[in-house]
């Protein structure tokens, strides 16, 4: 299955969102150590993304809590529990490692779930940003931890004053 894909400016940069024009696949920070360009064999076209670019728009402008697109999720099983779990912690809130290890009944697997946020294909779509350590630290995140904690800023999570590597 091709690819399209399409950059979605932002307060945060350019984002790069790709879809098969049924389903978002990937949205890719400008910068950090999960950011990707465009893979050879996607083809370029914004007419797939209105509705994201819509919602995305709606959520930097602090009127959308919670996204509703079409997503396509390829992990494992695991994984895909995590990510799901994800969509489902509310604007302003967090979670951490623990906590969503816990949820899934899989209490000894927080870094698991670390794992599984930090290969999420879908950041801020699937709010990985919600995820947090144990002890109220912002831990990495592939956007950089500055947009993680910009992120939950935006969301009323942190006070204008925190610095990105301070406590949640």
Request: hydrophobic residues 40%; contains cysteine.
């Amino acid at each position: 299955m091709r690819l399209c894909y399409t950059h979605i400016d932002s307060p945060i940069g350019r984002l790069l969102v790709a879809g098969d024009g049924r389903a978002l696949h990937f949205l890719s920070f400008p910068s950090g150590s999960k950011a990707f360009g465009p893979r050879a064999d996607w083809r370029q076209s914004d007419s797939p993304f209105a509705e994201v670019r819509r919602q995305l728009i709606a959520y930097f402008a602090g009127e959308l809590r919670r996204f509703d697109l079409p997503l396509h999720l390829a992990g494992t099983t695991f994984q895909n529990d995590v990510w799901r779990y994800l969509a489902d912690i509310p604007f302003g809130e967090t979670r951490t490692y623990g906590q969503i290890a816990n949820a899934l009944g899989r209490p000894k697997a927080s870094r698991a779930v670390g794992a599984a946020n930090g290969s999420n294909p879908l950041p801020i779509i699937l709010p990985c940003h919600r995820v947090i350590g144990s002890n109220g630290a912002l831990t990495g995140f592939g956007g950089g931890v500055p947009v993680k904690a910009g992120l939950l800023r935006l969301e009323g999570v942190l006070p204008a004053g925190v610095a990105a590597g301070g406590q949640g």
